[in-house]
């Protein structure tokens, strides 16, 4: 499975999109949407949180959490410090905000690439499946590399890396189930390996300097994978 090829942009690292099967590991830490009322009203606060984050997104991305501003924040996306409470409460709910939208867009692109894969008829094999998704999510972290390398990186607010971990962890479980590892020895242990090995090659394709580059490490990687994971295919 070639990286390039998922150019459409690439983590769920599942093929399934249903609420039980999407990392939904926020609970209560879960920053929660706001009501949907009808009316202009609507239309204006959906494109006011809609700048908030934009704005968010380029504040984060070059000072890092600790050192962002919301006044700066507000000021790039020229609305008020109280319309960022009011949608947001804050500048660490602000930055999970920003981090769940990330993940779901990653899981929409992993997850509608093993649809593809699979609606295509010529794969049904659980190692290729995998490829697939971690194709589309290799893909995803060049094409927003700005908010992969901010998350990646570490750092956010108190809790955050608990939240990371929570959703590292289901992520795991998600492809425990794709990859069938209770049918096959060691099985627990080549997902935790294959999931590892992706998500640091996304934390690497986000620093390259060009996408030429960032796809031809995808493609290694991508390529190593299949080895480990169907090693009968490599000899």
């Given at each position: 499975m070639r990286c390039q090829r998922s150019r459409q942009?690439?983590?769920?690292e599942s093929g399934q999109t249903s609420p039980a099967n999407r990392c939904d590991?926020?609970?209560?830490?879960?920053?929660?949407?706001?009501?949907?009322?009808?009316?202009?009203?609507?239309?204006r606060a959906q494109a006011t949180r809609?700048?908030?984050?934009?704005?968010?997104?380029?504040?984060f991305a070059e000072s890092g959490f600790a050192d962002a501003n919301i006044a700066d924040v507000v000021a790039r996306?020229?609305?008020?410090?109280?319309?960022?409470?009011?949608?947001?409460?804050?500048?660490?709910?602000?930055?999970?905000?920003?981090?769940?939208?990330?993940?779901t867009r990653q899981e929409e692109r992993a997850a509608a690439?093993?649809?593809?894969?699979?609606?295509?008829?010529?794969?049904?094999d659980p190692a290729e499946l995998f490829l697939a998704g971690a194709a589309a999510?290799?893909?995803?972290?060049?094409?927003e590399r700005e908010l992969s390398r901010l998350f990646l990186a570490g750092g956010g607010p108190p809790g955050f890396e608990l939240i990371a971990r929570r959703r590292y962890r289901e992520w795991i479980h998600?492809?425990?189930n794709l990859l069938r590892a209770?049918?096959?020895?060691?099985?627990?242990?080549?997902?935790?390996?294959?999931?590892?090995?992706?998500?640091?090659?996304?934390?690497?394709?986000?620093v390259q300097d060009s996408y030429d580059d960032a796809m031809r490490l995808a493609d290694e990687v991508l390529e190593l994978i299949g080895r480990i994971s169907s090693p009968a295919k490599a000899t």
């Open positions: 942009g690439a983590v769920a590991l926020w609970q209560s830490d879960r920053v929660q949407p706001q009501p949907r009322t009808n009316g202009r009203g609507t239309g809609a700048g908030l984050l934009s704005a968010a997104r380029d504040v996306a020229g609305a008020s410090v109280g319309s960022l409470y009011h949608h947001f409460g804050g500048k660490a709910d602000l930055y999970l905000a920003l981090f769940e939208d990330y993940q690439a093993v649809r593809a894969a699979r609606s295509d008829g010529n794969l049904h999510y290799l893909a995803g972290c060049w094409e998600v492809n425990a209770d049918e096959q020895p060691l099985g627990e242990t080549l997902v935790l390996v294959l999931t590892t090995v992706v998500a640091e090659a996304g934390r690497e394709v986000s």
